[in-house]
């Protein structure tokens, strides 16, 4: 099994439906990162987690929310998507502020 | 503003020929550099981590090199299994704990 896993790997939804992006470690890592890559724009922070109760807004949150439901979960809403919300999305862990660990990704595509 | 650029933007090489990928970058305090390997589709792994002036870091046919300004990821002898996009980050120092990428350099390795 994939240390960081993501579902769902591919989604297409229309505008203004609400989605959840879930991500699950088994690394024991406590920081997780939520990341968008868009063609041309390279990879984005929307959100990170340095632990349960620790939630902080990255460079691009608008639109965006987060759960950390575990030390081992981290899930990502698009509460109504829209067209411009269509990317790559990337989780990802790390010990301390040390090397990532990035899931599959979750390529999403919003009509 | 904390920036990462990255040159070339793709880079053909044939089979055996060396070569070298750019990035510069623009931080307060560098903390750390990282290099990261991204196949298509898939999440970026990690390559090389540089932290002052000087270091070198080599994986086989890899070598990442630091300066005050840039790094370079030198290609020795690249094989077809080498094509990926090459991805450069960097961590700054001042408690902000966040990496900042760059936009990546798209290597084509022919037979």
């Known amino acids: 099994d994939a240390d960081v896993t993501q579902t769902p790997r591919n989604r297409i939804t229309k505008t203004g439906k609400r989605i959840m992006l879930e991500c699950s470690q088994t690394?024991?890592?406590?920081?997780m990162y939520w990341y968008r890559q868009d063609p041309g724009l390279g990879l984005r922070l929307i959100y990170y987690?340095?632990?349960?109760?620790?939630?902080n807004k990255g460079e691009i949150s608008d639109g965006y929310s987060v759960s950390r439901q575990a030390q081992a979960k981290f899930s990502l809403s698009l509460e109504s998507a829209i067209p411009n919300q269509t990317a790559l999305y990337f989780c990802?862990?790390?010990?301390?502020?040390?090397?990532?660990?990035f899931g599959a990704g979750s390529r999403l595509t919003v009509l | 503003e904390d920036q990462v650029t990255q040159s070339p933007e793709a880079l053909r090489l044939q089979e055996g020929e060396s070569s070298s990928l750019n990035c510069s970058y623009t931080v307060s305090g560098l903390r750390g550099l990282f290099w990261y390997r991204q196949d298509p589709g898939k999440g970026p792994e990690f390559l090389f981590t540089?932290?002052?002036a000087g270091e070198e870091k080599e994986k086989e046919r890899l070598k990442a090199t630091l300066t005050k300004k840039e790094s370079f990821l030198h290609i020795t002898a690249p094989k077809p299994e080498d094509s990926a996009t090459y991805l450069c980050a960097v961590l700054r120092g001042g408690g902000s704990e966040k990496l900042v990428f760059g936009k990546g350099t798209k290597l084509t390795v022919n037979p």
């Open positions: 690394k024991g890592h406590d920081r």
């Open positions: 990802a862990t790390s010990y301390g502020a040390n090397v990532l660990t």
């Open positions: 540089l932290y002052s």
């Open positions: 987690s340095f632990d349960v109760k620790d939630i």
